[in-house]
């Protein structure tokens, strides 16, 4: 798609209005700059890479320097009479522009510039301190129109075509209402000239060519093309929508053949997809490197269009985006975080490798005088009163100690995950990922890093599926959540990345426990005597408080928030033990402490697991 194509005037309009932008926003660099940060500096999302380098090749005020780009002036022979180089840069600019401006392409003259600039024959200056030429403004050194045609570069031609659309417009009013309405009517930005004969002829007394020009330049209302044309602010919109079809157009189109990538097109049928062999060098991994690590973490899109300005809307994109990230993979200096997101590796925090020492379940090896062992664990056919199937319940599951998921078991993807918070947990600022579907966070590296929001603010976690954890939580608990039983819930939001952390000070009636009960059973995790107590004899205390019975979700939480322990070990006590039953169709546990000394029951050892 070439200019030659494009017939339509208000479209090589909006071509130049992007194009404008372009070189305002290239100013402030000294060097070639990617055509990505260009339009990070414009700000308008719509506009592709592909879009600007289509628009940019086509404009000789523009130069391409090793995929990157440049204005052109600044190329030329700066050698030349300073007063002529000076005119082209203002002229190359096409609109008012400031002394700093031009000092960046002229450091070494800039005392000089003022002096050179004050000539009015030549330049006017704005109301803002900026610079124009003097050619850009009708001149008005005769009464006569011919004259002033003349003396202005104008042809009769360029009046008339605007004359109907004039007649309907009040030149003795506002004059940028005026000029805003002349180029809506007329459907196409119009000439700044021509604008200034038609209010020349409605006040030929009272016109000064550069007051007119300060009155549109300073008007919210109009736009200055730098091909010498105004254009309204409503006209803008439609340029931003023409120049967004433009981009979409661009991306249907096949990528043209560069070093950088080829193009095979297959021959056995026209509908095969073409496939793209993308080259990626050592220098174009140093790239990597630069964006990458002045963002933190970035994502491919990003990468590939400010490289090798390839978007989501090029049909190559996917097999390229493939082929960087393979590329990466290889690259230690990289690290891909989930989804279609890099880090640096060097900004991985080291603790999202390791589960925490507190977490740890370790062995017990309490014995008899006879060298009997104790707080051993029975097979599923030794668990009574429903526990075989209790020791699955996600509220007794925990790193370590859960059960391993197989594609049968995954659920359907829910939007929503409820999570109940345990007291070691909170402390450490992790959660379990076992709590949660398999299916519920994307599938992904090692180390995935997500996003939680609360509607206001936003912080980054880790999840590890080998360490079955979701690290960083201790952002989000928060000393109004109780120690032990706290739920709170993780939703999907529209970003694969991004879920909504919602907490609403509710509790789940098993796994909490109220402040004075933490606080006693915190004291006995840290009593010397409970060190040495069997499990079983741990359970026994903490039953004397349940006189009229407890959970097995809840006497396990209790009994961890003393010692780690296994599910299946807190179960296995529960059923092996004579002090310990439940009473009719109750799910309670009761404890009868007369039954203390009855011991193991002899008809278990049949189920004690090797």
């Not at 004075?516 to 059973?521: I, T």
Request: charged share 30%; glycine share 4%; hydrophobic share 40%.
């Amino acid at each position: 798609m070439t200019n030659a194509a494009i017939e339509n005037p208000a479209e090589l309009a909006a071509m130049r209005y992007l194009e404008d932008q372009a070189y305002t926003a290239m100013l402030v660099y000294q060097e070639p700059v990617r055509a990505a940060e260009i339009i990070g500096i414009i700000g308008k999302e719509s506009y592709t890479a592909k879009l600007l380098r289509h628009v940019l090749a086509a404009s000789p005020r523009f130069a391409q320097i090793d995929r990157r780009w440049d204005l052109d002036i600044r190329y030329e022979d700066l050698q030349r009479p300073l007063e002529r180089v000076l005119r082209e840069i203002v002229d190359a600019y096409g609109k008012p522009i400031s002394i700093e401006e031009i000092a960046i392409n002229l450091s070494s003259v800039y005392e000089m510039l003022p002096r050179m600039l004050a000539d009015t024959e030549k330049f006017f200056k704005t109301l803002d301190n900026r610079f124009g030429l003097a050619s850009w403004l009708l001149s008005v050194m005769s009464d006569d129109e011919e004259d002033i045609l003349f003396d202005s570069g104008m042809e009769q031609g360029d009046v008339e075509a605007l004359e109907s659309s004039a007649s309907k417009v009040a030149w003795t009013a506002d004059f940028a209402s005026a000029v805003a309405k002349l180029a809506d009517t007329a459907g196409v930005p119009v000439s700044g000239k021509v604008a200034s004969l038609f209010r020349w002829r409605a006040l030929p007394e009272s016109f000064d060519a550069v007051e007119a020009f300060n009155a549109l330049y300073a008007s919210k209302k109009l736009i200055w093309l730098s091909d010498g044309r105004w254009m309204s602010e409503k006209m803008a919109a439609g340029f931003d929508s023409m120049l967004t079809a433009m981009a979409d157009r661009l991306a249907d189109e096949i990528m043209e053949e560069s070093p950088v990538a080829t193009i095979e097109k297959a021959e056995v049928a026209e509908d095969v997809a073409p496939t793209l062999s993308l080259t990626i060098s050592e220098q174009d991994l140093d790239e990597v490197v630069q964006i990458v690590s002045g963002k933190g973490v970035e994502r491919m899109p990003v990468i590939l269009e400010s490289i090798f300005e390839i978007s989501p809307r090029d049909p190559v994109y996917e097999v390229a985006a493939e082929g960087l990230s393979d590329a990466m993979r290889a690259d230690s200096r990289f690290a891909w975080v989930g989804g279609d997101r890099w880090r640096m590796a060097e900004t991985l925090p080291a603790y999202i490798n390791q589960v925490p020492a507190e977490l740890e379940i370790k062995p017990l090896d309490f014995e008899t005088p006879e060298g009997e062992k104790l707080d051993v664990e029975l097979d599923d056919e030794g668990l009574e009163g429903g526990l075989a199937a209790e020791i699955h319940n996600p509220l007794v599951q925990d790193v370590h100690d859960c059960d391993q998921v197989t594609e049968q078991d995954k659920l359907p993807a829910q939007e929503s995950a409820r999570c109940v918070l345990f007291r070691h947990h909170k402390k450490l600022g992790t959660f379990p990922l076992c709590q949660i579907s398999d299916t519920f966070f994307p599938i992904g590296p090692k180390a995935v890093e997500i996003i939680l929001t609360d509607g206001g603010r936003q912080e980054s976690v880790w999840i590890n599926r080998e360490t079955g954890l979701i690290m960083g939580m201790d952002k989000w608990y928060t000393d109004e959540m109780p120690e032990s039983g706290a739920v709170f819930e993780l939703v999907k939001t529209e970003k694969p990345e991004e879920y909504k952390f919602v907490y609403d000070n509710t509790t789940d009636p098993l796994v909490f426990v109220s402040p004075g009960r933490v606080e006693a059973l915190a004291a006995m995790a840290d009593d010397p005597k409970t060190q040495n107590m069997t499990t079983f004899e741990l359970m026994s205390e903490l039953m004397q408080d349940h006189k009229k019975g407890v959970s097995f979700v809840t006497l396990f939480t209790e009994v961890n928030i003393v010692r780690r322990s296994t599910r299946r070990l807190v179960a296995s006590i529960l059923s092996s033990y004579y002090p310990f039953y439940q009473r009719g169709k109750s799910a309670l546990w009761q404890f009868d402490e007369k039954k203390v000394d009855q011991g193991f029951k002899k008809a278990k050892r049949k189920y004690i697991r090797k």
